[in-house]
């Protein structure tokens, strides 16, 4: 089973922290993705990742910013933390295929809460 | 604009069916996901249809209509288990994920 874990399920911090949220998957997918979830809004992306040092722009990358050292982790990186990013952040990762479709799996989820 | 339209709430009895359904614009199309989240949980894989028609597996079956840029999710013998919410996500044409709000599923014994 492919596994991706993230590495704190609930973490507070306070308006203009540095935050890292990191991502670990297993199954040595080649794409990775940051996610965050808002009650009443679909699943809005970050940034996602192609690749190892790859890294593209979602719909809403700013005041985020990412890193992909190695395949299997995707870290997401809150530069100065501000109360508008007070949301639960989802990461998700796929293998890249050939000619086909593949899912996403997710990690359980970081709820981020900035004071 | 893309979008993703899907009821927020709807509720169903034990032992019941409920139908699901969901909208999608997008520029382009390469296929419709439905993922199944429940409360503080990851979103988890259900499944993912790119022809027209219906697919079955098991308890849960999803329709297509590309014409109509319509898809449902059909959940039989309802079991409270299944109460969580249901994703739906429209691949467009650059292959990336549109997702909906979401539908929460209440089951009620």
């Known amino acids: 089973d492919v596994k991706v874990t993230q590495s704190s399920r609930y973490l507070v911090k306070r308006t203009g922290e540095k935050v890292f949220l990191e991502c670990v998957q297993d199954?040595?997918?080649?794409?990775m993705f940051w996610y965050r979830q808002d009650p009443g809004l679909g699943l809005r992306l970050i940034y996602f990742?192609?690749?190892?040092?790859?890294?593209e722009k979602g719909d809403i990358p700013e005041g985020y910013s990412v890193s992909r050292e190695k395949k299997e982790r995707f870290s997401l990186i809150l530069e100065s933390a501000s109360t508008n990013q007070t949301s639960m952040y989802l990461c998700?990762?796929?293998?890249?295929?050939?000619?086909?479709?593949?899912?996403?799996?997710f990690g359980p989820g970081t709820r981020l809460t900035v004071l | 604009g893309q979008n993703i339209d899907q009821p927020t709430e709807m509720t169903a009895t034990e032992g019941a069916i409920v139908q699901i359904n969901c909208t999608y614009q997008?520029?382009?199309?390469?296929?419709l996901f439905w993922y199944q989240q429940h409360a503080g949980e990851a979103p988890t894989f259900l499944s993912y249809?790119?022809l027209d028609g219906l697919e079955e597996k098991g308890r849960f079956s999803s329709f297509l209509s590309r014409s109509k840029g319509y898809s449902y999710l059909l959940l039989k013998e309802l079991q409270m288990k299944d109460s969580a919410s249901y994703l739906c996500?429209?691949?467009?044409?650059?292959?990336?994920?549109?997702w909906g709000a979401g539908t929460k599923l209440i089951i009620k014994p």
């Open positions: 998700a990762s796929k293998l890249q295929g050939a000619g086909e479709v593949n899912e996403q799996f």
């Open positions: 199954m040595d997918h080649e794409n």
């Open positions: 990742s192609y690749d190892v040092k790859m890294k």
């Open positions: 997008t520029s382009g199309f390469n296929g």
């Open positions: 249809n790119v």
């Open positions: 996500a429209a691949l467009d044409s650059n292959y990336q994920l549109i």
